[in-house]
């Protein structure tokens, strides 16, 4: 028999009261910094497109300063709330502005000139280069926050393809073509980088009304929250913990594969502290195990990235934590174990959780029609557990998604809390994607992070300095 629990949806802390939604949180209690005076009110949106849309940007800006119903007759109104509009006197508690001191007209015969290029690498490459001066313009010469790109309707299929969605990354068993990959997106975010302004990409289509685009509140919800995080250098909320206990840092581990899709990957570290603040950190190539077809550091290699992470979270917070829980999203090694085992007696932190977060194809059915709860734990044995972090949502009086919910499998490797503790963490952390405020995210935060960084990092040259806000990568 499997042992199960239920684990109640994590709260989330606002501005002056706690709520499992996060729209419904910032609509009644604001975002969580209002609590701080010394805090910015204004975000200073800097923009680049062609004229015409440049103006549908200003219009949708414009409509997202109020209130925007909630989705026309839904049967499920928590999940498709109102918005509450982005100004002073609302959950935000800011406003956005725009000017045309701060916007860069594109040229329509600049565009045209790209789309004549008949090579798909070099048309790409012209088109990054297109926004990228425009951009490089802006944050070198106009005080902003942030820079939106819309990108043109011309762009569809010839530069910007829609991407298969994938939600960690590759692996040894991915293709191993040899083309060298070129995406607009990704490439125009690592070459805008080194200029220290967060940029957001746009799609033309997703700027009007339309059946085959989200409605008009979730789509604010999304894209001013995401404005938000990205310009304040703050997050709108921050996960609710019991103050009695010891504070605690999370680093995710992950790997990425270069853009030839060779073997040969690059760690990566993402250190996520109490508050939800980020830090992404580069490591060092690494080579496929022979044995299990997986990346793993060696046991130098581990020590020096877990070293690093929490120097990086000593000088943030001026203290270290009292607990540091490690996920991963492949199985540890021995050399691993012993680096990371070595960087956290170094340090001195008291208590360690060494987790391993991976999909699994076990499956498991409750009776009706609805899938199993959100928050589902289901014990196979004593350091081995499924977790549902997507499923039925009590609180939307639905699944809202699409197919059949695939639960995570949590794999203990060492721990010195219980394993609920541990799942109640994973489902806590998986509401901690500011760019999307539906909260039932698949992945905790310290592996769903993963895949964005890794695709702009890949894009990165050895000797380039990669940004460690998480701003710069979603």
Same mark, same amino acid.
């Given at each position: ?11 989330? $802390? ?17 975002v ?17 497109g ?5 103006e ?5 800006i ?19 709330? *109102? ?6 006197n609302?959950?935000?508690? !800011?406003?956005?502005?725009?000017? +045309? ?14 789309l ?10 012209d088109?990054?280069?297109?926004f990228?001066?425009h ?79 989200q ?47 060779? +073997? ?9 502290? $109490?508050?939800?603040?980020? @830090? ?15 990346? *793993?550091?060696t ?25 540091? @829980? ?65 499923? !039925?949502? $009590?609180?939307?009086?639905t ?19 219980s ?8 489902l806590?952390? !998986? ?15 310290t ?9 702009i ?18």
């Amino acid at each position: 028999m499997f042992d199960f629990h239920h684990i109640e949806e994590p709260l989330l $802390e606002f501005g002056i009261d706690d709520h499992y939604c996060p729209r419904q949180g910032i609509n009644n209690y604001d975002v969580y910094d209002t609590r701080f005076e010394a805090r910015k009110r204004e975000l200073l949106i800097g923009i680049v497109g062609i004229s015409e849309d440049i103006e549908k940007l200003d219009n949708w800006i414009e409509r997202c300063k109020g209130p925007i119903p909630g989705k026309a007759n839904s049967k499920q109104p928590q999940l498709f709330t *109102h918005f509450c509009g982005f100004n002073e006197n609302t959950g935000f508690r !800011s406003r956005i502005i725009t000017s +045309s001191e701060i916007t860069r007209k594109i040229n329509n015969s600049d565009i045209k000139e790209v789309l004549e290029v008949k090579d798909w690498n070099e048309r790409v490459s012209d088109a990054v280069e297109l926004f990228y001066k425009h951009i490089k313009f802006i944050a070198q010469n106009k005080l902003v926050d942030v820079i939106v790109c819309v990108v043109p309707k011309a762009f569809e299929k010839s530069i910007v393809k829609d991407e298969t969605p994938k939600e960690v990354e590759e692996t040894a068993e991915d293709s191993k073509k040899p083309e060298l990959e070129i995406n607009f997106r990704r490439a125009l975010k690592a070459k805008s980088m080194h200029l220290g302004k967060p940029i957001q990409l746009i799609r033309e289509y997703s700027l009007k009304d339309s059946t085959k685009t989200q409605d008009p509140a979730t789509k604010a919800w999304n894209f001013c929250t995401a404005l938000y995080y990205k310009a304040m250098q703050t997050v709108p909320w921050k996960l609710k913990r019991d103050s009695n206990l010891g504070t605690v840092c999370h680093v995710g581990i992950s790997f990425y594969r270069s853009r030839d899709k060779k +073997s040969v990957q690059t760690s990566l570290a993402q250190i996520f502290n $109490e508050h939800g603040n980020g @830090v992404i950190l580069r490591g060092t190539p690494v080579d496929i195990d022979k044995t299990d077809r997986q990346p *793993h550091l060696t046991e130098e290699q581990a020590f020096q990235l877990l070293s690093e992470a929490l120097k990086e979270y000593k000088f943030a917070l001026e203290n270290l934590p009292g607990r540091l @829980v490690l996920h991963k999203t492949s199985n540890f090694s021995e050399s691993e174990l012993a680096g990371f085992t070595a960087a956290v007696k170094q340090s001195g932190i008291n208590s360690h959780d060494f987790v391993t977060v991976q999909d699994t194809e076990i499956r498991f059915f409750r009776d009706g029609l609805y899938p199993p709860l959100r928050g589902s734990m289901i014990s196979l044995e004593d350091k081995r557990h499924i977790l549902y972090t997507r499923g !039925s949502v $009590e609180y939307y009086r639905t699944y809202p998604g699409l197919y059949i919910p695939a639960p995570l499998e949590i794999r203990i490797v060492e721990s010195d809390v219980s394993p609920k503790v541990l799942c109640e963490e994973i489902l806590a952390l !998986s509401k901690m994607n500011w760019n999307n405020t539906q909260f039932d995210g698949k992945y905790p935060i310290t592996i769903g992070c993963a895949r964005k960084v890794g695709e702009i990092m890949k894009y990165l040259e050895p000797s380039e300095k990669p940004q460690i806000r998480y701003a710069f990568y979603m």
